[in-house]
């Protein structure tokens, strides 16, 4: 069982920066993929970003260039640096977790994780 906890979320005017973090349990966590996930209300969830073990990243057409996702093994936790932020950033962001090795065209599907944190609010005013 992996337990997730974010933290970081909060109200930014637009064009400003926010750092999420999410701390995970594990004793493998190098070895986990994490992801970054957004919803807003009606909308369907959005993958935001991820990373792999050895820290290579991916990023949502909608972030990429503004967003970055970092990893800390040591710490056990990874980070959604997020700059130049727009109102349409407004979401709920989940982090989510799997331990399993997963492939490439995976680490952008909320089906390939198997764990999720409780979530937090991001709210970009204009």
């Known amino acids: 069982q992996v337990q997730l906890v974010e933290s970081g979320g909060g109200l930014v005017q637009g064009g400003g920066s926010l750092r999420l973090s999410c701390a995970a349990s594990g004793r493998t966590f190098s070895s986990y993929t994490m992801g970054w996930f957004r919803q807003a209300p009606g909308k369907e969830?959005?993958?935001?970003?991820?990373?792999?073990?050895?820290?290579?990243?991916?990023?949502?057409?909608?972030?990429?260039?503004?967003?970055?996702?970092?990893?800390?093994?040591?710490?056990?936790?990874?980070?959604?640096?997020?700059?130049?932020?727009?109102?349409?950033?407004?979401?709920?962001?989940?982090?989510?977790?799997?331990?399993?090795?997963?492939?490439?065209?995976?680490?952008?599907?909320f089906r390939s994780y198997d764990y999720w944190g409780q979530g937090t609010q991001v709210t970009v005013s204009s």
């Open 45 to 109: 969830r959005e993958f935001v970003a991820g990373i792999r073990p050895g820290s290579i990243t991916y990023y949502g057409n909608s972030v990429r260039g503004r967003f970055t996702i970092s990893r800390d093994n040591v710490k056990n936790t990874v980070y959604l640096q997020m700059n130049s932020l727009k109102p349409e950033d407004t979401a709920t962001y989940y982090c989510a977790a799997t331990p399993t090795s997963i492939p490439t065209y995976g680490t952008t599907s």
